[in-house]
């Protein structure tokens, strides 16, 4: 069936350091949408991507959906210890299917 | 505006017992989905619901599970009767249509942690 996996597992940052998270499914997706839980909470939307190549800023989060439309990746640029938490991608294949990834933790050590 | 409404917010059982969660989505939004979360992992897929039709459940084990969403508003997922291995977060989330181009982002409720004894 259809899998979405993410690289890394988990990742330790040093605060100021870039952080990438790699989404990768085995399909072509129709878009591909982006979520942070930060622990003890919920997932909170953060992006959706549709279209080959996109790619899109928000402060100092870049997402870059693959112009094959099966992979992802998020940038976070000087990471902050808010950031922490993890990320997780969720893709929407051609069959309407809705699949996330196991996600990203992300740590940041002040 | 009110967010994604769940309850309970936490329920402890004994194995073989039932148990029921409710959700009440972000009013009109159209499509509401059932979540299972264990620890460390991303959520899964239970079921989709488009209004009160359930469109996608593939991934709902029917022996033992069953939703409704009866006036395509709230909803219920029943599990009966509850094993050891159900212990999960299970997430209600909602959104305006699964096919709209743009705002069809998902709003999650607070979840409901089930711990089964």
């Known amino acids: 069936g259809q899998q979405v996996m993410q690289i890394p597992q988990y990742q330790h940052v040093q605060e100021g350091e870039d952080f990438t998270t790699y989404c990768n499914s085995s399909t072509t997706l129709s878009n591909i949408q982006w979520y942070k839980q930060r622990p003890g909470g919920h997932p909170v939307f953060l992006i959706q991507?549709?279209?080959?190549?996109e790619v899109k800023k928000q402060k100092r989060l870049t997402f870059q959906f693959g112009e094959a439309k099966k992979n992802s990746s998020l940038h976070i640029t000087a990471t902050q210890t808010t950031d922490v938490g993890t990320y997780f991608c969720?893709?929407?294949?051609?069959?309407?299917?809705?699949?996330f990834g196991p996600g990203t933790s992300l740590s940041v050590i002040p | 505006e009110a967010g994604v409404v769940q309850s309970p917010r936490y329920k402890i059982i004994e194995k073989k017992q039932p148990v029921a969660f409710w959700c009440n989505p972000i009013?009109?939004?159209?499509?509401l989905y059932w979540y299972l979360q264990n620890l460390g992992q991303g959520p899964e897929l239970l079921i989709r619901?488009?209004?009160?039709?359930?469109?996608?459940d593939s991934q709902l084990p029917k022996d033992r599970f069953s939703a409704e969403r009866l006036k395509g508003v709230d909803s219920t997922l029943k599990i009966q009767p509850a094993e050891l291995g159900d212990s999960a977060v299970y997430l209600c989330a909602s959104s305006l249509g699964l096919y709209r181009a743009t705002n069809n982002e998902q709003f999650f409720g607070p979840g409901t942690r089930l711990t089964v004894l």
């Open positions: 619901y488009e209004n009160e039709e359930a469109v996608d």
């Open positions: 991507l549709v279209k080959s190549g």
């Open positions: 969720a893709g929407l294949s051609s069959y309407d299917k809705v699949i």
């Open positions: 009013s009109g939004h159209n499509t």
